[in-house]
C-alpha cells in the first residue's frame, strides 16, 4: 500500500520532471536560434551587389561621354577624332598633333581628371586601327570591364573599351 506521503511525492516528482523537461526544451529552442543566428549574421560574407553595378555603369558612362566630348581640334569630338584617325589621321589639329595624338591627349586627360582623380586605376584601350593604343595598367584580379563599338564607315568598326579595376 502507498502512503498518502508517497503519493504527494510521486506527483510533486511527476510535476518537476515535466518543469525540468519544458526548461529544457526552452534552452534547446534559444540554442537553436542563437545558432541560426551566428549562421545568418555573423557569418554571412559581405557581398556588396550594388558595387559592381556602379562600376559598370561607370566604365560604361564614361566610353559614352568621352565618345560625345567636344575638343578644340575645329569643334570635332572625340568619336570623330578617333574615326579620322582610323581613316589615316588626315586631320592636323592644334599644336601640330594629327588626329590621333590628339584624341589619344584628350582621352588621357579624362581619364586623369576622373578615374585618376578618385584613384582608380584603369586599363582604356581602342582597337581595330593602326594606330591602336592603351592607356594605364591591365588589371589583374577583380574588374568592370566595357566596351564600345565606334562605326568608323560600313563594315569597318574601331573598339574602344575600359577596364576598372577592383
Do not use: H
Amino acid at each position: 500500500m502507498v502512503s498518502k506521503a508517497q503519493t504527494r511525492f510521486c506527483i510533486w516528482a511527476n510535476k518537476a520532471q515535466m518543469e525540468i523537461l519544458g526548461l529544457a526544451i526552452v534552452v534547446v529552442l534559444i540554442s537553436l536560434a542563437l545558432l541560426f543566428a551566428v549562421q545568418f549574421f555573423l557569418l554571412k560574407p559581405s557581398v556588396d551587389v550594388v558595387k559592381p553595378v556602379k562600376e559598370s555603369f561607370l566604365a560604361s558612362n564614361f566610353l559614352n561621354s568621352c565618345l560625345g566630348a567636344s575638343t578644340v581640334c575645329y569643334d570635332r569630338n572625340i568619336k570623330e577624332l578617333l574615326q579620322d584617325c582610323a581613316l589615316g589621321g588626315a586631320l592636323s589639329c592644334p599644336g601640330g598633333l594629327n588626329s590621333c595624338f590628339f584624341a589619344r591627349q584628350e582621352i588621357e586627360k579624362m581619364l586623369d581628371a576622373s578615374l585618376g582623380f578618385w584613384k582608380k586605376d584603369y586599363f582604356f584601350e581602342v582597337t581595330g586601327m593602326a594606330d591602336s593604343f592603351g592607356i594605364g595598367f591591365e588589371c589583374s584580379g577583380e574588374k568592370e570591364y566595357e566596351e564600345v563599338p565606334v562605326v568608323v564607315r560600313p563594315g569597318f568598326d574601331i573598339l574602344l573599351s575600359l577596364e576598372i579595376c577592383g
